[in-house]
């Protein structure tokens, strides 16, 4: 699954991360493929009969205001999550990998880090151990595109306090950590 035909510019996760979005939108995926023809991906996706209740993004009650460093190579990424804890009330310092996130970690005052798994120079893991090691009640949050996977394994990496999955909700996002301050 993490075969990349693009050579440092990719990764191997994009297929594992497609596959992940179509299990939690109870869809289904099809390919075709012939040598030298190319490969034809058909996503079909539910069309639900209800709305559910949440289909809005809404801030949640007023309590306090977090300051969150988010570590994640992927700029757009970064984008998202900080634009998801902004409409949370929540402030964000963000980190382009693991060292320098541990860099900012070190010189700011963090309420929670949340952080990419697969990332160049410093892992989220070994980006969690080492918060962990300076400052054990600081809760970390592992985003990664396998979150399904290793939630459902148990897989809990040492200093990180939950997995969450890509793509991001923000319905998700401020449940973690509604739950993780609580």
């Known amino acids: 699954p993490f075969f990349s035909t693009k050579g440092t510019r990719g990764t191997g996760l994009g297929l594992a991360a497609v596959y992940g979005t179509v299990q ?3 869809a289904s995926i099809k390919v075709e493929s012939a040598v030298g023809k190319g490969t034809t991906f058909r996503i079909r996706l539910p069309i639900p009969l209800q709305l559910p209740e949440s ?6 009650p007023p309590g306090r205001s977090l300051h969150i460093l988010v570590v994640d190579d992927d700029p757009a990424v970064r984008e998202v999550v900080v ?4 409409l949370g009330t929540h402030s964000a310092e963000t980190a ?3 060292y320098e996130g541990l ?5 700011g005052q963090f309420d929670l880090v949340i952080t990419d798994r697969a990332m160049p120079k410093l892992n989220g893991d070994g980006l969690a151990a080492a918060i962990k090691a300076v400052r054990l009640n600081t809760p970390v949050i592992l985003l990664t ?3 399904d996977f290793m939630n459902a394994a148990d ?3 040492s200093g990180v306090n939950r997995v969450i999955s890509k793509p991001l909700s923000f ?12």
Do not use: C, V, W
């Open 145 to 147: 595109g396998f979150g």
């Open 103 to 107: 860099e900012k970690f070190h010189a």
């Open 55 to 60: 289909t809005q993004k809404t801030a949640p």
């Open 155 to 157: 897989e809990l990496p």
């Open 96 to 98: 382009t990998n693991g």
């Open 24 to 26: 939690r939108h109870h």
């Open 83 to 86: 634009d998801y804890l902004q």
């Open 171 to 182: 319905d998700t996002l401020q449940k973690t950590i509604a739950d993780l301050m609580s």
